[in-house]
């Protein structure tokens, strides 16, 4: 309706604002074009000192700092996260990216699915993956789980702290994505190097998260609660704590001596034996700078696991 | 019109051939509710439960206060008060969703955590609450567009009959309104159920879980769920490869989503006249009760005007919020700097970044678009028009997630692109595109029949009309559109996580395409949000918040100058 009426205006407008207008037209897809050509100069960003990691997001920290370290010599180092270790290894399989981050090593059916490709693992440190629970819940008296109770909490048929020695307090279940390193480390302490781990549980309490502040977040926002995660991730944050397994506590000699069941190698993968950006990089974190990247992340070194 | 075909050709493609690579067992599909890769069980009983009860929760809680809130605005306050309030509210559905999902967060996660006594607070109802909040805007907007489109001469018709005005706006407003006000309902379900990230950050994504009863129905709103969307997000795409049971079973569910949402877009646009409009006002032999007229009266006027007050009350809150957390977007120096660590510094890359993935799809996007406007506006018969513009709409409306999904299958897998803001921009050329192609046939269709007749009689070919008549008459509606489009593209995170950005370390600028990302603010305040409860990378999420709806802001306030300048009127066009 108001259509119509508006068209004498805007007829003489029309006129009178044309040239102008397609001037500002013009100008304005020049400046895109430029934008474009001037960002397509080169089809392929230069493999020598351009490189993507992607992967773990155990790994990302330290691959993070050795990538800010790398910038001042040139290396260009993006580091990402989509789809934690499983998502690294299939990126760098299908070809997107030059170094995978993982936190487990590559299995059998990795290889199977990238025949293509010769994952080349490069063991950069060490990690364990506590049973996280809150303080609330410790203090209750559960400072120590059996397998049995591990995968009793996992499968939902633990519901209440008071069913394995703790507080009356519901248990709320933080299980990782599938493909996250923690938790295939999860599987393969409560259900050996075959087994798997059945369908998820039907329980009211049970949610899944990804990363590890994701969990630490969440872990620590939700009473009763209880998470597979990184133990350098709970550092500093006294309102969780890591549970002893099987009576072990995951103190840095138990981890260490391997005496600690849910140790971890952490990785870097690459396609072949490392070369150019990439071995520079793999080379600065195996170096005695980046190794100290790895405890100040809560890691163990190399040295410290006897490499 | 061949972009839109080709869009919409890509992605039934793409979830044709992955259906085809595998054995989709679709009975157990959509009749099993345990989702275990790792087992074989592929049942998404629980999946499209979740996106059952997300979506009539968000519709239940912003309908009624949405309608209430257009009437209000279109019936009950003077056009002074109405018209800026009607700006805002347009602005409001233009809000990234990724700033909604902060909010869900920051906000409304703690909220339904002290209401039901929930530990966490990820649960159904909150993800239902963010998405009401989301769709409510798009509500009100469609819904006063409905009500002022009612011809004045029916109300003073029923004004002169001695009706008070709740008998007037019910009797014969809302009547002629009715296919309007339903289209609103459909367009915020279909982006209630394509919403990805939104929901992603809230729901708890837990795999598998059915209430059993009715009671246990409550019990399931206030725990996490999953819904179809989320599972599209999360990382099961980036593990399963491009074939298998597993990739097939995904793509199943993309065609489960794709099918719900382009059922309720083209049923929400479709042309008044089809039915409900013609016969509306005499359907129901409503009659009127002279029982208390006018205290029902002024009941209704005090419950629509306060309906009124939460889209208000919401739109101050979250200014006020954004402006008040996001205080670092305020200083210069977070514009100008790049990023240090995790969560310091400025985002002055990933600014750059954003504007080069949409300068990008503003190249793309225009001539697509505009070419497919003309042709849905002076070419095609009524009838093809029709079709074309049902297509256009249905690309439109497609879950974005879905493109993003086809777009990492496409270009970073099979191309061996990896990630490349060239995938990112192209990807988001099919959102922008619909916007661009319905604005530019809209002002054709607006034409008056002198400028086509003068063109004929002077005896100009097809192509020289199109040059000389067409383009300059509708550029004005093209720009409006492009610009339309482009925020709403400023805002998509989900198709730009699995084809264009990383969080750390891309350059501002890319120095190639193929294994080229870049860094975007969408990407950004997802990562920052999801991963992080620590207090300086929160403030760093609000402050990229605020930066993003200033920009998608700027990319309006120039679409409703163009518009108010050159065409006079207003046309609701997303």
Known sequence: ?307 | MFSVVIALAVLTGYLAIGVASGDVDWLALIGDRTWSPTNGAFGALAMIYGSAVVAVLALVLAVPVGWSAAIALSEYLPPRLAKPLRLSVELLAAVPSIVYGLIGIMMIRPFVAALGDVPGGDSLLAAGIVLAVMIMPTIVAVSVDALAAVPARYREAAYALGLTRREVVRSAVLPQARSGLRAGVLLGLARALGEAIAVFLVVGRADGRLPQSPGDFFSSLVHPGQTLTTKLAGPEPTLVGTSGPHFAALCALGIILLALVAAATAWGTRRAGAGAGAGGGVKRGHRPSVWLRTERDRLATAFRLGALLLPATLLVGMLTILVTRGSSALHPAFWFSSSTGAAGGGVRDQILGTLLLLATTALIALPLGYGAGVLIGAHASPKTARVLETLTVAVGGTPTILLGLAGYVLFSTAMGWGRSWLAGAIVLVPVVVPVIALTTAGRIRSMPGELTEAALALGLSRTQYIRSVVIPYTWPATLTGLLLGLARAAGETAPLIFTATVFFGAPALPSGIVDAPVQALPTHIFTLSQDSGAPEAITQAWGSALVLVLITAVLLSLAVALRNRFEGARRWTT
């Open chain 1, 1 to 307: 309706m108001s259509v119509v009426i508006a068209q004498p205006r805007h007829a003489s407008s029309l006129l009178a604002g044309k040239r102008t207008q397609r001037g500002v037209a013009a100008a304005s897809a020049l400046l895109f074009g430029a934008l474009l050509t001037g960002c397509a100069g080169s089809a392929k960003a230069d493999s020598s000192t351009a490189l993507q990691a992607s992967g773990s997001t155990t790994v990302a920290p330290v691959a993070s700092d050795a990538a800010e370290a790398l910038k001042s010599k040139g290396l260009k180092i993006t580091v990402a996260t989509q789809g934690g270790s499983s998502g690294g290894i299939s990126q760098l399989g299908s070809g997107q990216i030059e170094v995978a981050l993982s936190s487990k090593p590559i299995s059998d059916e990795d290889r199977k699915a990238y025949p293509k490709t010769d994952f080349v693992p490069t063991q950069i440190g060490a990690d364990a993956v506590g049973i996280i629970v809150t303080k609330e819940v410790a203090d209750g008296g559960v400072k120590s789980l059996t397998k049995a109770q591990v995968r009793g909490l996992f499968e939902g048929k633990v519901t209440n702290w008071k069913q394995v020695g703790g507080p009356d307090l519901d248990v709320f279940v933080y299980d990782k994505e599938p493909g996250r390193g923690t938790r295939e480390v999860l599987d393969k302490f409560i259900y050996g190097e075959e087994g798997k781990a059945p369908a998820p549980p039907q329980s009211d309490n049970y949610a899944i998260v990804g990363g590890n502040l994701e969990t630490r977040n969440k872990l620590e926002s939700t009473p009763g609660s209880v998470g597979p995660l990184s133990t350098g991730f709970i550092e500093g944050h006294d309102d969780l704590v890591a549970v002893a397994l099987e009576g072990v506590e995951p103190t840095e000699e138990n981890v260490a001596s391997g005496k600690y069941a849910m140790t971890r190698p952490l990785f870097m993968i690459t396609d072949g034996k490392p070369q150019g950006a990439a071995e520079k990089y793999i080379d600065y974190v195996l170096s005695p700078a980046g190794q100290k990247l790895l405890p100040a992340h809560g890691y163990l070194t190399r040295e410290q696991m006897g490499l």
